[in-house]
């Protein structure tokens, strides 16, 4: 596989786990670019990455660039997905890649009229442990997957100003960890939830602080959602079949999962590392530019994006940049 030029745009958290799950894999970032300049720079010598760019611009125009990875937050990415696109660039985007469905459906055709692939880094469709249970319910030895239960709380503090609670940052509990849970029920069910009930709380700025849905899809297949930005759940998820149930903890970045099955029986699936998430995704990347598009599981992002945009305009969720 050829050995591709990967550039990162931002430099919080997310750019610097990829710039050192890079580096530990035996391999540097080639490019980065930050608001602050001096941030960049001192990116680019903690990681040892070649090259800093002046302005955003430069990135997207640069012809050394194969690969973009956008860890901006939601509400910057579809301007600079939209650049990426134009000038030819493949772009690995943070979840929750857009703000709706139409700014995803639009940059969708944009890149595929421009022959580049776009994709989500949404851990569950590149974690090892998600494609193993995958196979075990392909088996048929657990049977059909009936329900699925998914929880996701973090107790955050009640600084408005902050990007979970910012509306001005695209906020809110279903963008940030929402769609997470969305994603492994998408990825176990049969086909997209098209009937979904729900109710939430909101922040004092207006975003969604706590959510609950209900979900089926044609099959009959269906699954409760409980998400909280301001009360501690369990990252557990529990996927209820005929013969058994799973449960996997720690979701997204998960690494096992316990299978109990209807006579008592238990057992322990445990594959990939927990420490290794952002490499997977980078490489199921680089598979899909060098021509497995599937491997990004775009379908099932724009199925997401759906979801989470019918959410929000049921219960008047409205960003800045959608008015």
């Known amino acids: 596989m050829k050995n591709y030029n990967r550039a990162v745009l931002g430099t919080g958290v997310i750019a610097n786990e990829t710039a050192a799950t ?10 980065v670019g930050n608001r602050t300049h001096g941030k960049a720079v001192a990116f680019a010598e903690k990681y040892n ?4 760019y002046d302005s955003y611009d430069e990135m997207f125009t640069d012809p050394d660039v194969d690969i973009i990875y956008i860890t901006t937050p939601h509400n910057t990415h579809y301007g600079f997905m939209k650049k990426a696109i134009l000038n030819k660039k493949h772009i690995l985007v943070e979840k929750s890649i857009t703000l709706n469905s139409d700014e995803l459906g639009e940059l969708i055709t944009l890149a595929e009229q421009n022959n580049v692939i776009i994709g989500e880094a949404m851990t569950v469709y590149h974690m090892p442990i998600y494609k193993k249970l995958n196979e075990i319910l392909k088996s048929g030895t657990l049977g059909r997957v009936n329900l699925i239960t998914m929880n996701f709380g973090s107790f955050k503090e009640y600084d408005m100003k902050n990007r979970f609670f ?26 997209k939830p098209d009937n979904i ?8 700025t207006g975003v969604d602080e706590q959510a609950s ?11 409760t959602v409980m998400l909280s930005l301001h009360s501690k759940q369990p990252k557990r998820a529990m996927i209820s079949c005929e013969n058994g149930y799973i449960e996997i903890m720690e979701y997204p970045r998960a690494w096992e999962a316990k299978i109990t099955y209807t006579d008592g029986r238990t057992e322990l699936v445990s594959t990939g590392e927990n420490s290794d998430a952002l490499y997977y ?20 992002t724009a199925d997401v994006m759906k979801i989470m945009t019918r959410f ?10 959608e008015e």
């Not at 009930?197 to 004092?204: E, G, I, M, R, V």
């Not at 929000?312 to 940049?321: A, W």
Request: net charge negative; hydrophobic share 40%; aromatic share 8%.
């Open 49 to 52: 990455v070649g090259k800093v």
């Open 281 to 300: 995704e980078i490489t199921d990347m680089e598979k899909a530019v060098n021509g497995d598009k599937n491997v990004m599981c775009l379908d099932y």
């Open 197 to 204: 009930l729900s109710q939430l709380k909101t922040a004092p």
């Open 22 to 31: 890079l580096q530990k894999n035996g391999r540097n970032l080639f490019a």
């Open 166 to 191: 910012n509306r001005s940052l695209a906020g809110g509990a279903m963008l940030d960890i929402g769609v997470y849970a969305l994603s492994v029920i998408r990825w176990f069910f049969d086909s």
């Open 213 to 223: 849905l209900l979900l089926s899809d044609k099959e009959g297949q269906m699954a």
């Open 312 to 321: 929000r305009q049921e219960h008047g969720i409205i960003y800045p940049e």
